[in-house]
């Protein structure tokens, strides 16, 4: 590589990496991380990061390695994740709701040479590790490393003894930054490939349609390892130059008070955490005034939770909608629509074309249902070594969601239902998110429901409700039936109601249909 | 080039039609162009486009050909623009201050295969077309196509019979969308190469860092042939789906009745314009509270005028700062600074790095002057076959402006001089601006004044000031000569002082300093 090609490599690249060498250039002394104790400006986290870089390079990481990341919310998360952008590297977030087998797919999958651990999930790598080959080096965030594996080294020492000048190397515009693994609905979970130019150009929309400012004092509490809080919602902050406070997760009391202490501006967190808030005893009692934005994902809220945010933390909500193959933001439902389209999912983001296509590949008019496919810089470079799936991804052109929605006269799109979670029964498609809140509707006391279709001989897809009572309640499965009766067509009612004390539920808090059809795939055949 | 291929670079590209094509898509019936009587929405502008392009199309352009542009602001402008974005073809705009032999020169240089026109500017087009070989389309915006001559045709016909689809052709994020050529200082203009990911972005943050908006309504009355006009104004206008008033050029009576009668949001003019309107007899019975942004380009606002600004317009002001290889804001003198920092050229913006250079190529500490140098996915391909005066702006790994200056303490950027106008004394190097600014200090009789060094057997280049007296009076050069040596080092005193009528400026306002030492360069040989 020449000194030339090196050089307009620097000055011309899309590199995620560069946002933060830009951030502590203009705003060397402004607060980046808050990490508990710990307080980095730009100037600090931007010298850790390149410090870090020039410590993996330095025990033989090259442009194109992959680093598999096991840790929660901590400044080292974040600092690995940089450091792996401006050395070229892709980073491997480990979901750290995996198991022994999911970890080690993995590691395998991704070829990951490398791996920054926290000690609490250090036990659990290294029975992962058994199975694959390819990693040789592991760098402890935390503990003391103590023992004679010459595989084993702190994360500290990558720091120490490294400069703090600019890393330099040539990194693509689409090189792979980083591999999110899809938490499987099928068999194995799918690499989605994300590279420099999409994670860059969704931050900027993103910092643009919900006018990220670098005044802004943000909490970073959902997982890290997932796209919509490392992507959207922390490299979008640090492209500005604002502050982030990191938790671990996500606790009401601790929230409610970090945005009174910490005078925070900006929240991201899910529907329920929003509601475990609001009942929270400190909620009247905290001053909540410095809000300036609160962002949700996974779900609509339903009417009454949105009222009373509005009303409680009397600032601008967005739902954030999309998913990981898009980095992930495709929609964002407005603050002005929160209560004139409550359920809707929103409009199109800056960055991103959405339509609705038909079985044969057109596109819909306006107010017809089909698959949600989309056009944008920000979608994924492709499933790792997966061409049949990425294929099937990108068929007609536009890249498929999976969700199934219409657009309304207003041009806003509403989300029907994942493909895969439509029921087929008697011939008809049943969408199970119209029957969940048929179920909501007809009794009050249900706390949680979702709703599959289960293998039966008759209706080929049996629909099925699986719900949790609220507690101290008990639901009589036959009169419940009646009630939903009244509220839907006939042959849209459950078959029958299962009544369970809990949902099983992915990390980000969905419920996990796939696991709930597994678990009652025989419920008529045993009848 | 297969289905699959096509199809993939739909779905990834970034175009800078693709982001006309969102924002028709996410606001169709939104005003997106007033042009006199004729109001287009979002739907009806990318109708046009489109059509306009597959009539290109048909007529043979294919992606990577040269179409010129010979046009004051219209929407015709903006809809050849954006045709050639979505057809993959290199818009080529005319500066319509040039003579024959410039259009002639970069009609050749550019390899252009079809002009767009308007009537008034036909004639030089086909003065200029006499001595180039490429051209084999004439499109004429408006008037008769009454000559026999084949190769012209009315644009009109372009759009007319095309179908209104979306162009679907492979273009790359780097493929190049505009020459502009700089008004040449040197004896050929050189072809700066934009390419759609640098447009895009240069887009993306200049609609973020001044918080443009959809529901911004904007006046397009700067040239359109320049970058700041049509890039960073009109293509960030067009992202966020905003509405653009055009106008063909400033008159402060009509913009200070526009401003009222639209409710205009943003504007953009120089320095001299928004002096022009403060002086006009109009401004006081104006209703101006819509404006939330002002824009200013080319030099910062002397402090009087700029405390006038603030206090009658009533908005944040912001100063551009940058140039077309950078397409082009590298920073920005924001609302905060313009009256604790008056004179500065502002922080760079967050896409861009900036940075002092010594002449070694190493990097100078804060206070310290030196050329501006750049890094920034914004920064323009090179120059259209000219490797040597590429490799040169490339030199050291980053872009050189040919700007002097220097950072303060507080981050902030002053500009000092153009590198090509220090003016090398005795031994000395003076920044002519410096010079400048004491003679306005020294009298303020003085209406404009400019200070170059000419050639001179002992001083090598003499400083010398060329200045236009206020109307009505007089300059005496001895006295104003000493005046000045009161104000600053005697070496850096004009050593004559030449009085005119009026000083030769590019089509944006700047003075030609290159034009002035042409004219005098034998003032101090003649005596």
């Known amino acids: 590589m020449s ?53 993996l390079h330095r025990h033989g990481l090259r442009s194109g390695d992959a680093l598999a990341l096991a840790s929660g919310n901590c400044a080292e998360f974040l600092v690995t994740y940089y450091a792996c952008a401006k050395l070229g590297l892709v980073c491997v977030p480990i979901n ?44 402890l965030i935390d503990g003391e490393v103590t023992t004679g594996d010459p595989t084993l080294a702190a994360f500290a020492e990558l720091a120490s003894g490294s400069p703090d000048s600019e890393p330099e190397h040539v990194i693509a515009d ?72 990191i938790e671990r997760r996500f606790d009401a009391r601790r929230l409610l008070a970090l945005i009174e202490s910490e005078r925070i501006t900006q929240i991201f967190a899910l529907p329920m955490m929003y509601s475990e808030m609001l009942e929270h005893s400190d909620v009247g009692s905290r001053d909540l005034s410095s809000l300036r934005r609160a962002l949700y994902a996974m779900a609509p809220m339903p009417r009454h939770l949105i009222e009373r945010c509005i009303e409680v933390f009397a600032c601008d909500f967005y739902l954030l909608f999309g998913q990981t193959e898009m980095s992930p933001t495709t929609t ?37 249902e089909g698959e949600i496919v989309y056009r944008s810089p920000h979608t994924m470079t492709e499933y790792l070594d997966n061409p049949e799936a990425t294929a099937e991804a990108f068929d007609h052109g536009w890249f498929h969601s999976g969700d199934i929605g219409r657009f309304d006269d ?31 509707q007809a009794d009050p006391r249900i706390a949680e429901a979702t709703v599959v ?29 009646d009630k939903i009766k009244q509220l839907i067509d006939p042959y849209k009612t459950p078959k029958a109601i299962i009544v369970v004390d809990a949902l099983p539920r992915t990390s980000t808090g969905k419920i996990q249909k796939n696991v709930v059809r597994e678990r009652f795939a025989e419920h008529y055949e045993r009848r």
């Open 332 to 368: 964002l439902f407005r603050p002005e629509h929160q209560l004139t389209h409550t359920g809707a999912v929103g409009t199109p983001v800056i960055g991103v074309q959405a339509a609705i296509m038909g079985q044969d590949g057109g596109l819909l008019p306006t107010g017809d």
């Open 410 to 440: 207003d041009g806003i799109l509403w989300f029907t239902d994942r493909f895969k979670d439509v029921i087929k029964t008697g011939g008809e498609n049943v969408s199970s998110l119209e029957v969940e809140r048929a179920i909501y």
């Open 453 to 481: 279709g289960l293998p039966h001989h008759r209706w080929s897809e049996a629909i099925t409700a699986v719900v949790v009572p609220a507690s101290g309640t008990m639901v009589d499965p036959a009169t419940l039936i």
């Open 3 to 55: 000194t030339t090609e090196i050089g307009r490599n620097l000055i011309h690249r899309i590199n995620v990496g560069d946002s933060l060498t830009r951030s502590a250039w203009r705003r060397p002394e402004a607060l980046a991380l808050v990490d508990g104790d710990r307080r980095f400006t730009y100037r600090e986290f931007n010298s850790w990061v390149n410090r870090v870089s020039h410590g």
């Open 96 to 139: 750290l709701g995996w198991g022994t087998s999911e970890i080690s797919y993995v590691l395998d999958h991704s070829a990951a040479t490398a791996v920054v651990v926290e000690n609490e999930f250090l036990p659990r790598v290294h029975d992962a590790l058994a199975a694959t080959v390819s990693v040789v080096d592991i760098f």
């Open 174 to 245: 689409r090189a792979p930054l980083s591999y999110l693994y899809t938490s499987g609905t099928t068999s194995f979970p799918k690499g989605v490939v994300g590279n420099h130019a999409a994670i860059y150009l969704e931050s900027m929309t993103m910092a643009l349609e919900a006018q990220f400012r670098e005044d802004d004092r943000f909490v970073a509490m959902m997982p890290m390892f997932h796209t919509a809080q490392l992507n959207t919602h922390c490299t979008a902050a640090i492209l500005v130059g604002a502050t982030i406070f």
